[in-house]
Nanobody
Framework: QVQLVESGGGLVQAGGSLKLSCATS????????MGWYRQAPGKQRELVAG???????NYADSVKGRFTISRDNAKNTVYLQMNSLKPEDTAVYYC?????????WGQGTQVTVSS
């Protein structure tokens, strides 16, 4: 059973930074892609950033230039560096991994940005 464990969320003032981590119980290379999603109260879950097994990254328009997704293959960990945070970035952030038709989710970590 694949497990994804997120960490690094918290409360930060607008303009600040946070770095989220997602540690997997399986090799990162066993997944075709990994990513970070977020869900704010009353809103649908949305893709924030993704990275393929080949290292190709993509970002939501709302976070381009502010967020960076990366990975440490040796640690089987994916990161999301979030800079210049805005109150509208407040949400629960979820790590996601894809393997064939299977999709795995972490438990989520809360990010709150105060104005």
């Amino acid at each position: 059973q694949v497990q994804l464990v997120e960490s690094g969320g918290g409360l930060v003032q607008a303009g600040g930074s946070l770095k989220l981590s997602c540690a997997t119980s399986a090799s990162i290379f066993s997944f075709s892609a990994m990513g970070w999603y977020r869900q704010a109260p009353g809103k649908q879950r949305e893709l924030v950033a993704g990275i393929t097994s080949g290292g190709i990254t993509n970002y939501a328009d709302s976070v381009k230039g502010r967020f960076t997704i990366s990975r440490d293959n040796a640690k089987n960990t994916v990161y999301l560096q979030m800079n210049s945070l805005k109150p509208e970035d407040t949400a629960v952030y979820y790590c996601n991994a894809e393997r064939g038709y299977m999709r795995y989710w972490g438990q989520g970590t809360q990010v709150t940005v105060s104005s």
